[in-house]
């Protein structure tokens, strides 16, 4: 893009980097971004949580080393069910369509982050976290194909969309 007059440097093309990307696409874009805002939002407070809440639900000190060992079965959840989220919303959206299935996603993480407030034992934020990660990793995958499929044709849609160009090159190996 040159600096100067905000143009593309694309060759044949005098268009600025915005024209071209319909209201739909800014749409989609938004509603993705902000789904990936608050999931990373809502990943960090739990991180910024845990150092305290572990340890109440254990009824044991900070550095005890069982906290750590939770914490640790608590993230390991997190993974878990942000796979499996990502496969079984994907398979959800392929079948009743993207726009209803990220509602659904947002909603469930949501829902299950607030009931992730009620624990009362270790196990049960584990399980909790488990179940916010499959909203979350569902988020994540229609998002993404949401996002791919409305910049179809658009590269600015595709320079917009971090996690298509993180994945594009591991693609072609």
Same mark, same amino acid.
Do not use: H
């Given at each position: 893009?040159?600096?100067?007059?905000?143009?593309?440097? #694309?060759?044949?093309?005098?268009?600025?980097?915005?024209?071209?990307?319909? &209201?739909?696409?800014?749409?989609?874009?938004?509603? $993705?971004? #902000? *789904?990936?805002?608050? @999931?990373?939002?809502?990943?960090?407070?739990?991180?910024?949580?845990?150092?305290?809440?572990?340890?109440?639900?254990?009824?044991?000190?900070? @550095?005890?080393?069982?906290?750590?060992?939770?914490? @640790?079965?608590?993230?390991?959840?997190?993974?878990? *069910?942000?796979?499996?989220? /990502?496969?079984?919303?994907?398979?959800?959206?392929? +079948?009743?369509? +993207?726009?209803?299935?990220?509602?659904?996603?947002?909603?469930?993480?949501?829902?299950?982050?607030?009931?992730? $407030?009620?624990?009362?034992?270790?196990?049960?934020?584990?399980?909790?976290?488990?179940?916010? $990660?499959?909203?979350? /990793?569902?988020?994540? $995958?229609?998002?993404?194909?949401?996002?791919?499929?409305?910049?179809? /044709?658009?590269?600015?849609?595709?320079?917009?969309?971090?996690? #298509? &160009?993180?994945? +594009?090159?591991?693609? +072609?190996?």
């Amino acid at each position: 893009m040159s600096e100067n007059t905000g143009k593309s440097e #694309l060759p044949g093309s005098n268009r600025k980097w915005y024209e071209g990307i319909t &209201r739909y696409q800014w749409l989609a874009l938004t509603i $993705a971004s #902000l *789904g990936w805002m608050f @999931d990373v939002f809502e990943g960090q407070i739990f991180v910024a949580s845990m150092r305290n809440a572990m340890p109440a639900l254990l009824g044991v000190g900070a @550095d005890d080393p069982a906290v750590s060992r939770w914490n @640790d079965w608590a993230f390991g959840s997190f993974l878990l *069910g942000g796979a499996l989220g /990502g496969v079984l919303f994907g398979i959800l959206s392929d +079948r009743i369509g +993207r726009t209803k299935t990220m509602i659904i996603t947002i909603l469930f993480y949501s829902l299950f982050t607030c009931v992730t $407030a009620f624990a009362q034992a270790p196990w049960q934020m584990v399980v909790l976290r488990f179940f916010v $990660a499959m909203g979350v /990793g569902g988020e994540w $995958a229609v998002a993404s194909a949401m996002c791919t499929a409305t910049g179809q /044709g658009n590269e600015v849609v595709k320079l917009f969309y971090p996690p #298509l &160009r993180c994945i +594009r090159p591991l693609a +072609r190996c």
